[in-house]
C-alpha cells in the first residue's frame, strides 16, 4: 500500500522554516504558486525568527514535528 503524500501547503510551509532556521534568504523561495509561495514565506519568517531567537537545529526539528 503506498504512503499519501503530504499536503502540498504543508510541505511548502516546512521547507520555507527549513529555509529561515538556516539562514538562507526569501528571494530563494522555489514556487511560483501564490498559496505555496505564501505558506512558504510563512514558514520562511517563522524560520527566521527562531533563527534569531537562537533556536538551535535539534529544537526546530522538535518545533517540526508538533507543527
Avoid: F, V
Avoid at 503506498?2 to 538562507?24: C, L, P, S, V, W
Avoid at 537562537?54 to 517540526?64: F, P, S
Amino acid at each position: 500500500m503506498r504512503r499519501q503524500k503530504r499536503d502540498m501547503t504543508e510541505r511548502a510551509y516546512q521547507r520555507g522554516y527549513q529555509a529561515g532556521i538556516a539562514g538562507r534568504q526569501k528571494d530563494n523561495c522555489p514556487h511560483n504558486q501564490d498559496q505555496l509561495r505564501q505558506e512558504w514565506l510563512t514558514g520562511w519568517r517563522e524560520g527566521r525568527t527562531d533563527h534569531w531567537d537562537g533556536i538551535d537545529t535539534a529544537t526546530a526539528l522538535e518545533k517540526q514535528a508538533i507543527h
